[in-house]
């Protein structure tokens, strides 16, 4: 079975650039996460996709944003990139259980996003 | 919001047992609690989830006590390869808004 895919493995780009990211769930997950991990910090959650609608959102800009297609894969959008987006951008994904909350997640090695 | 607090950092040799707790004073009724290993470059690797009580699988117990304010994962026996980032998880209340632990750095010597 593959697991979550993401695309691309790293990224560069200058500030005031726009950036996409893009994930592949596990054939039969419907719900997807996204999350930044800036070097040395733990996890922090921007999005939460199921069954192509956004659920919800962490503590971040409405210049992250993202979408959910009708095949469950996602791409986050980050905008107008500031040099503090800098960071491991995570996508995990689960099946699609009580709003996904107790379905464990699973997680791609992420896109390693750089700004200059 | 379920806020989680785990250790900075904790070293161990191999061979022992390693316990890490989480505390989350504020759980939700319907959480449960998750662990996952992370090594570099990496994205995180589920490890064992839990509700109540304990749980255990081939590669760690967890141990979650009635009042459910924390919670400790326990690995036995363990080897250089354990050496990684370890966090726990739990929901967010009322809206599901996944709260990772800051991670706890284990380090395990020969």
Redesign the interface.
């Known amino acids: 079975e593959a697991g ?1 895919t993401q695309s691309p493995t790293h990224l560069i780009k200058t500030r005031g650039q726009q950036a996409t990211l893009r994930c592949s769930p596990i054939s039969g997950h419907t719900s997807v ?1 996204w ?1 930044q991990q800036a070097l040395g ?5 921007l999005l ?1 996709y199921d069954e192509g609608e956004e ?2 959102r ?1 503590n971040f800009p409405p210049r992250f944003s993202g979408r959910q297609f009708p095949n469950y894969s996602s791409e986050l959008n980050v905008n107008a990139l500031e040099l503090e987006d800098s960071a ?1 951008y ?1 996508c ?1 994904s689960s099946l699609s259980g ?5 379905q ?7 896109t ?1 996003l750089s700004i200059l | 919001l379920a806020k989680t607090t785990q250790p900075i950092s904790m070293d161990s040799y191999e061979g022992q047992e390693v316990n890490i707790t989480c505390s989350h004073n504020n759980i939700a009724t ?3 609690i ?1 662990w ?1 290993q992370q090594f570099p ?6 490890i064992i ?1 839990g509700y109540k009580t304990k749980v255990t699988n081939e590669v760690a117990s967890l141990f979650i006590p009635a009042d459910r304010k924390s919670s400790t994962l326990s690995l036995p026996r363990v080897s250089l390869s354990d050496t990684a980032v370890y ?1 726990c ?1 739990v ?1 967010g209340g009322g ?9 706890t750095s284990l380090i395990v010597h020969p």
Do not use: E
């Open positions: 979550v996460y999350y910090l733990g996890l922090q959650f939460w659920r919800n962490g491991l995570l995990a009580q709003g996904g909350r107790n464990p997640q699973h997680f791609g090695d992420g390693r | 319907n959480d449960y998750t996952y470059s990496q994205g995180p690797r589920f989830q966090y998880l929901g809206s599901y808004i996944p709260t990772f632990g800051r991670g």
